[in-house]
């Protein structure tokens, strides 16, 4: 019991503390070790002061390994893509499909668009005693309230970007009616989260005096539906394995199509991919995730992002559509400096270049999770990949993580207990 009174969370000035001292409170908290601590002082590529001026009361750093997924061909461009993930196999099997997808398209690989970088900003307001009035003032004084929200920024205006329309919905919420006003602001090569926040609330005061009621949220939506990414293959089948497993392949994707259950895990495995991407290059990878779900959910039923077929030529077509807001400017993306190597390694200058291959990315790594799954079954590579993971869980370094792993794929036997079973005997030796 005392023990649970001298563990209070309450902490005031935490926040001001410096790292060595915030990592002193952690450290009794949890009954670190020195050796535990000294780990939390590793912070490897990230400066400690990039990380305290990202996020809140830093007290170490958390690395995933950056991979490298090869072959890529997308819009006739070759590509080496940088990847952030603690998942094995799925680098490799982005790999591989990206080298037997190389060939689609007449040679020029995945093909990929992106359409224009348009956010959406919202503005809801509740208490507004004629709604449909207030709509149509709104709509009425839109080059007005553009004005307003393009003040905020005359560099993004310059550079051909900045709000270019309004929306305006009526929604019934069980608080009474809400009259929700949409900025559609263009943002070039930025995400676009600040400088569209920062136009809803700009506009917000101006609104409230139209419409008589009273503002209650300003801020982006990231169902970014007018800012999609779409990929694309069509493929001879003798290029992925033959007639017979292009076929299998549609008939997954129709499956997905049908079962809410499948989709969910089809889709999970397309954002694989994108979210990698995204991670390597320092996006909000939580906006991408809930716009790309809230996406496949649009019809009312949750659908997969991607369809497979077989066309009237008996070539294996896939297409992909997905919500992606991603920047090549501003935030994260230029203060952690693995993501500029990342972007540097990519080679693309834009956001809509990025986006294309992001889709494209997340195109093979279903196509690699299909063809895996309708031939020798998505264990056997992961497995194998995943028995080093296991090896050093169970206690082994150095070079005896190569040698237990490959005696359990050998065997056949990828467990922890064969892996600790292993250990036990070479360390005997």
């Known amino acids: 019991m005392q023990a649970d009174i001298i563990r209070c969370s309450r902490l005031p000035g935490f926040h001001k503390m410096t790292i060595d001292e915030k990592i002193n409170i952690v450290k009794s908290w949890a009954n670190l070790s020195d050796d535990e601590v000294k780990l939390l002082k590793t912070f490897g590529n990230l400066d400690p002061k990039i990380a305290e001026a990202m996020v809140e009361n830093v007290i170490g750093a958390m690395s995933y390994p950056l991979g490298i997924a090869t072959n890529f061909r997308v819009n006739g461009k070759d590509y080496l893509v940088p990847m952030v993930l603690e998942e094995p196999s799925v680098i490799a099997a982005a790999s591989n499909a990206a080298k037997m997808l190389r060939e689609a398209n007449d040679g020029n690989g995945i093909r990929a668009e992106a359409s224009k970088q348009l956010m959406i900003g919202q503005i809801h307001l509740m208490k507004v005693p004629s709604p449909h009035s207030a709509a149509m003032e709104i709509i009425n004084r839109k080059e007005e309230l553009l004005d307003l929200a393009n003040s905020t920024s005359q560099t993004l205006v310059?550079?051909?970007?900045?709000?270019?329309?309004?929306?305006?919905?009526?929604?019934?919420?069980?608080?009474?009616?809400?009259?929700?006003?949409?900025?559609?602001?263009?943002?070039?090569?930025?995400?676009?989260?600040?400088?569209?926040?920062?136009?809803?609330?700009?506009?917000?005061?101006?609104?409230?005096?139209?419409?008589?009621?009273?503002?209650?949220?300003?801020?982006?939506?990231n169902y970014a539906i007018y800012r999609l990414a779409k990929a694309w293959v069509r493929v001879d089948p003798e290029h992925v394995g033959g007639r017979e497993v292009a076929e299998k392949i549609a008939d997954a994707s129709a499956i997905a199509e049908a079962d809410v259950f499948r989709a969910v895990t089809h889709n999970k495995g397309i954002m694989n991919g994108i979210i990698a991407v995204a991670l390597a290059t320092a996006q909000d990878h939580r906006a991408i995730e809930a716009g790309a779900h809230a996406y496949a959910a649009r019809s009312g039923i949750y659908k997969p992002l991607s369809t497979w077929d077989i066309d009237a030529h008996g070539y294996l077509t896939g297409v992909l559509e997905v919500p992606l807001q991603v920047g090549t400017v501003g935030g994260a993306i230029k203060t952690h400096p693995i993501a500029q190597i990342a972007l540097k390694i990519l080679g693309v200058k834009t956001a809509r270049e990025l986006a294309e291959i992001m889709a494209a990315v997340g195109l093979a790594q279903n196509f690699a999770a299909l063809k895996a799954l309708v031939t020798t079954g998505i264990q056997l590579g992961h497995m194998k990949l995943h028995a080093k993971n296991i090896a050093i869980a169970a206690g082994a370094r150095g070079e005896l993580i190569d040698i237990i792993a490959e005696e359990m794929i050998k065997e056949g036997r990828i467990s922890f207990s064969k892996a600790v079973e292993l250990l036990k005997k070479y360390l005997k030796q």
Do not use: F, Q, W
């Open 158 to 221: 310059k550079l051909g970007g900045g709000a270019k329309d309004i929306e305006v919905r009526i929604i019934e919420t069980k608080r009474g009616v809400c009259l929700a006003v949409h900025l559609i602001i263009d943002v070039i090569d930025a995400m676009g989260a600040n400088i569209v926040n920062t136009m809803t609330e700009a506009v917000a005061p101006y609104l409230e005096r139209i419409a008589g009621g009273e503002a209650r949220l300003r801020i982006l939506s």
